[in-house]
C-alpha cells in the first residue's frame, strides 16, 4: 500500500467503496486535513485550494464536488476505514490478513 504524501495528486472525487484503497492510504493526510477543516469552520473554498489544490475562482463546480466527495470519504475514514488500516498494521504496510 502507498505511504500518505500531501503532493500526491488529488482525484475528482475519491474512490467509492466500502474497502480500503491505496488512494485512501495515499491521501490520509488530505483527509485529515478536510477533518480538521471542518471542525473549525475554515471555508470550503480556503479547504479546496490549499488542501486539494484547486482553484474554486477558476473551477468552482470541480472544486466543491472534490471538497464534498473527499470530505465524506474522509468521514467513512474516520468512522470505519480506520479499522482496515489498523488490520494491516498502518499506513504503507502489506496486507496482514482479511481486510474488511
Keep these: 500500500m ?33 477533518l480538521d477543516a471542518e471542525r473549525d469552520g475554515v471555508a470550503w473554498q480556503e479547504v479546496a485550494r490549499e488542501a486539494l489544490g484547486i482553484d474554486p475562482a477558476q473551477e468552482p463546480g470541480r472544486a466543491w464536488r472534490a471538497h464534498e466527495t473527499h470530505l465524506a470519504r474522509a ?16 499506513p504503507g504496510d502489506a496486507p496482514g490478513g482479511d481486510a474488511d
Design 75 to 90: 468521514k467513512w475514514m474516520a468512522n470505519s476505514g480506520w479499522r482496515q488500516l489498523l488490520r494491516r498494521g498502518g
Design 2 to 34: 502507498s505511504r500518505p504524501r500531501f503532493d500526491a495528486p488529488i482525484a475528482d472525487q475519491p474512490p467509492d467503496s466500502d474497502r480500503l484503497t491505496d488512494y485512501d492510504e495515499l491521501h490520509l493526510i488530505h483527509y485529515l486535513i478536510l
